[in-house]
C-alpha cells in the first residue's frame, strides 16, 4: 500500500538483532530506536510543546479516542487537524486506545463491548456511548492528520486464559485491518500501521504476522503486550514477530517503557516504544536514572543537593554555568506533591532521558558496540551485582548472543 | 563611614530614585530601583508572587523564556516545615551565586531577578495560636507552627541572602480590628523586632536591603514607631554605632497610610503588601503612591481558567460591539462595561477560536497557541492550560504596568523626566492626567473578574490544607467541586492532575 514514509536502515548489531534507522516522517526525520512519549489529550502532563522539543522528542502520541471526546472531530476539523490544536510542529503518532486503557475498560469499568462491527465505548466522563468502528477510527485520525495512524484492533488481556477468543480477535484484528485500509483517506500523507495480535500463543503470532505483512502496511506494530503478561513470555512474542518481519519496515512494540525492557526489546529487533509510565511516574515524585527509580518524595532526597541525575543532560539537571537550571533533588522534594512545577520538572527529566537512552543505544548499534553498551547499561542500573539482574533478561538476551552476566 | 563595632559597611547595592513624582508629596511617582547584581525595575513595579518558591504553573526555565518578571515575593514559611527541629534545607544549600544567596541557588532562581522574602506569604492564612513577643505564627504545609524571629532574622544572612528582606512585623492576621492593646503590642513588638534586625545587620553583615513595616493601622496609631524608624538619620544617614540604620524601604500593609507618612520616609521605596483582588485596587495602590506591588487576582484569575485582557490606559473609542451596532447611543456605551478578562472555559466563544488570548498580545502563549487549544487543555483537565494562561496573564500585568509608567512618564505629553523645568505645575498635570485615565479604566472596565463556568487546579500545598487564604481565593478542592457543575469529579481532574490520592487512578 501507498506509504508516506521512508526508512533508512542505517545499522545491524552483529550479535543481537538491534537496529539503527532513520524514518522519515510527513513532519521530518526521527531516529530509531526511538521512545515516544504519550500526550493523550494532546498536552505532555504540563509541559510546553517547546519544552518538549526541548527534550528531543520529535515524535509523540496522541489518543485518537481522547481527542474524538475532546476537542471532538468537528472541532479538529476546523481548526485543521492535532498539529494546529496543540502548535505540534513535530511528527504525531495516534494509538485508536492505547491498550492499558482498553484492558481498563475491558476489565474493570465494562465499558468496552466487542461486536464485528467495532467497539462500543461508553465515555468515562459522562457515560455517552461512542462506536468505535474501523472506518470511524480512521476517519478520526484522519481529521487529527497524525504522521502515523494506527488501526483499530481487537485487544484481547495476554493474560487471558481463553485460546478461543485470543484466536478470534487475532483474525477480526486482520479483518479490521483491511476495512481501515479501504476507508483510509490519506495515505499519501499518513502512514497507517497494522498491529499483529495474538496474545501470547507463538502460532498465533506467526499467522498473524504473516497476514499483516502480506497487506504491506508502511510500518508494524506488535501489540496486545504489556497487559500485565510474564516478561519472558513478552521476549519470546517480540522475538518471534521481528524474526518474521521484513528488514526495511519499522516496527513499533506498543505500550512498552521501563528502561530495562526498551533496551531488551532493542536486542530483539524493536525499533519504538510508548508508555505512560516515565510521565506519570514523575508525577509521583519518581527520577528515572541509571541507577533506577529515585523516589524524591523519600525525605532522604531533603538535603541532597546533587543534581536529578549526575551528568544528565536535561535542562533541569544542567548547571547553570551551562544554560540549564541546575534544580536538584532537595528542590524537587520540596515541591513534590505541592506545586505542579515540580511534577514538570521531573516530566522534563524523564522524558529526556528514555530518549537519550534510546539516543546513545543508537549510538552503540552504529558503533557495532550494542552488547557492550547493554552489559553497561545493566551494571549501572544493578549496582554491578549480577545476581540482582533479571532472569528474563538473561535468557532474552542469551537469545540473542549476549551473556549480560559476563560483565 | 567606618564601624570598628562591626564588619566594614559597603554601600547598600539597593538604590531607590524617584524620577517623577514627588518625594515630600503623596500621589503616584515614577522611580527607579536599581541593584548592583539585579534588573533595575523602573517604578510601580509588579513583583510575582511565589509559592514554595515558583510561581505557580510556570517552571524556572518558562520563567525565563517567557516571562518578564524582574522581582519575586517569597514567603519563608513555605520552607520551613520541620524547623526548629531539622534544619531547613534551603539553609544548607550550597551556592556559588554572588552575592551568596542559598535562597536563589535552592529555587534555581535567575542572577538577575530581585528577591524578596517575607516571613508569610501575601494572603496568609491565619493562625489559631497567635504571635508572640519572639515568634510569629505561621502555616507550614505540614500545619501551623511558630518561626522565632531570631531565626528568621538568622536566616536573612549569611545563608538565604535575599535581595530584600521584609522586616518581621507583628500583624494579628484575621482580626482587622485590633484592640487599642493589641495595637500597643504591635508597635512594640515590631519596633523591637526591626532593632533586633538591624543589630544583627551591623554584627553580621549580609547584602540584603531591610524593609521596614508599616503596620495596617492609621499613621496616628503608629507614629511614635514610624518616628523611631528615623531616630538614627540624625547622624550620618547610615545610622549609629549600634547598627541602627534607616530601613532601606517600606514594607506597606495598607497603602491608605502613604499619604500620612512623616516626610523623612518619603523617599524611600515602598512595597505593597496589601493584596489587591483587581486591576483597580491596584491603581489604588499606585495612585497614594506604591511603588512595588503584588497582585493576587493574577493566579486567582489563571486557576479560573481566565485570561485578562485589561490594558491600562483603557482603550479608547467605541468598542468593537458597540461600532457595529450603529444606533447605540452615548449613553448605552457608557453603561456597558467591558470584561477585565475572558474564562476560556466558555465552549462557544472559544472552543473554534484560532484568536490569541488577548489580540496584540506577543505573549508566548499568545505568539504559539489560540483559544481552542486553552479551551481544550482545560476541558480536558491537562495541566499545560493553567501554565498558558498563566504565562498570558504574567505578561497582561506587565504590559498594565508598562502603562502607568508611561502615563506617569508623560508618554504623548512631552515627557516630563527630561522635561526639567519641574515644580508643582507639571507634576500636578502628571498626576491630573494619571487620575484622568485611572477614572477613564474604571469607567471602561467591570470591577469584578469574570465568572468562570470551570473548575480550579486541585488545591495542594499551602492551598490543599482546605482553610481557604485569607483573600478567599483558595484553589481548594472543595471550590472546585462546587464550580464544577458535576462535570469532572475529583477523580476526573485526577486525570490530569495526578499527584496526589486522587491521582492514582490510571489512564
Known sequence: ?407 | MSDPSGPERSPDPLRFTILAGSASTSGPRLGLLTHDARNTLETPHYIADTSRGVIPHITQDTFRRHTDVKGVYVALEDFVEKAPLKTPPIYLQPTTTSPSSTLRTFTALPDTTLSILAPRRLSPIPSPNPNSSSSLAICTSVGFSALSIATYISAAAPSLNPDILVAPADIPHGNPAPSLKRRVKMLDRTASWLTDLQRAKGRVGGDYAVFAAVLPLPVEAQRWYLDSLLDAVTDDGHGDGEGHALPAGLAIYDPSAIPALPQPLTHLPRLCLAPAHSPSQLLHSIALGADLTLAPFLSTATDAGIALTFTFPAPRGASPESKSDSESDSQQQQAEKHPLGTSLWNPTAHALSTAPLQAGCACYTCARHHRAYVHHLLAAGEMLAWTLVQVHNLACLEGFFRGVRGVLGGEGEGGIVDGGEGEGGMEGRVKGRFEEERARFEDWYEVEMPVSEGVRPRGRGYMGLGLGSADGGGRGRGKGKLNGGGKWKGGGLGMGMGMGKGGMRRL
Not at chain 1, 485491518?177 to 499483529?196: G, M, V, W, Y
Not at chain 1, 551551562?322 to 505542579?340: F, Q, S, V
Request: proline share 5%.
Open chain 1, 1 to 407: 500500500m501507498h506509504s508516506a514514509l521512508q526508512f533508512e536502515l542505517l545499522a545491524k548489531c552483529s550479535v543481537t538483532k538491534a537496529r539503527a534507522a532513520n524514518l522519515i516522517l510527513p513532519h521530518g526525520p526521527v531516529p530509531l530506536p526511538i521512545f515516544m512519549p504519550v500526550a493523550t489529550q494532546g498536552s505532555l502532563k504540563g509541559l510546553t510543546p517547546e519544552q518538549l522539543e526541548e527534550t528531543g522528542c520529535r515524535l509523540c502520541l496522541n489518543n485518537t479516542y481522547h481527542l474524538g471526546l475532546k476537542p471532538g472531530q468537528e472541532t479538529l476539523d476546523a481548526l485543521g487537524g492535532a498539529h494546529k490544536l496543540q502548535s505540534w510542529p513535530h511528527n504525531l503518532l495516534t494509538v485508536v486506545t492505547n491498550a492499558e486503557s482498553r484492558f481498563q475498560m475491558v476489565s474493570l469499568l465494562k465499558l468496552a463491548q466487542v461486536t464485528e462491527d467495532g467497539v462500543r465505548f461508553l465515555s468515562p466522563h459522562d457515560g455517552t456511548p461512542m462506536l468505535l468502528t474501523p472506518e470511524h477510527s480512521i476517519s478520526l485520525q484522519n481529521s487529527i492528520g497524525s504522521d502515523i495512524m494506527m488501526q483499530l484492533d481487537d485487544v484481547i488481556a495476554t493474560t487471558s486464559p481463553d485460546l478461543a477468543r485470543i484466536e478470534e480477535a487475532m483474525w477480526r484484528s486482520i479483518r479490521w485491518l483491511d476495512r481501515c485500509i479501504t476507508a483510509h483517506k490519506k495515505p499519501e500523507s499518513q502512514n497507517l500501521f497494522c498491529i499483529i495480535q495474538g496474545g501470547l500463543d507463538l502460532e498465533l503470532r506467526r499467522i498473524c504476522t504473516e497476514e499483516m505483512v502480506a497487506r504491506d502496511t508502511p510500518g508494524i506494530a506488535i501489540g496486545g503486550l504489556s497487559g500485565g503478561e510474564a516478561k519472558d513470555a513478552y521476549c519470546r512474542v517480540v522475538d518471534t514477530c521481528t524474526g518474521l518481519l521484513p528488514d526495511n519496515k519499522p516496527r513499533y512494540v506498543m505500550g512498552v517503557g521501563y528502561p530495562e525492557d526498551l533496551v531488551v526489546s532493542v536486542a530483539l529487533g524493536a525499533d519504538m516504544f510508548d508508555c505512560v509510565w516515565p510521565t506519570r511516574t514523575a508525577r509521583f515524585g519518581n527520577a528515572v536514572t541509571s541507577a533506577g527509580i529515585l523516589n524524591l518524595r523519600n525525605a532522604a532526597y531533603s538535603e541532597d543537593f546533587s543534581s536529578i541525575e549526575e551528568g544528565c543532560t536535561c535542562i533541569c539537571c544542567k548547571p547553570l554555568s551551562e544554560g540549564g537550571l541546575g534544580i536538584t533533588r532537595a528542590y524537587i522534594y520540596h515541591l513534590a506533591a505541592k506545586e505542579t512545577v515540580g511534577a514538570h520538572l521531573l516530566t522534563m527529566h524523564n522524558v529526556h532521558y528514555q530518549l537519550s537512552l534510546m539516543g546513545r543505544a543508537r549510538q552503540a548499534i552504529m558503533d557495532d558496540a550494542y552488547p557492550a553498551f547493554l552489559k553497561d547499561f545493566f551494571r549501572r542500573l544493578y549496582d554491578n551485582d549480577t545476581s540482582r539482574v533479571p532472569t528474563w533478561v538473561v535468557d532474552a538476551l542469551r537469545g540473542v548472543g549476549v551473556n549480560i552476566l559476563a560483565w
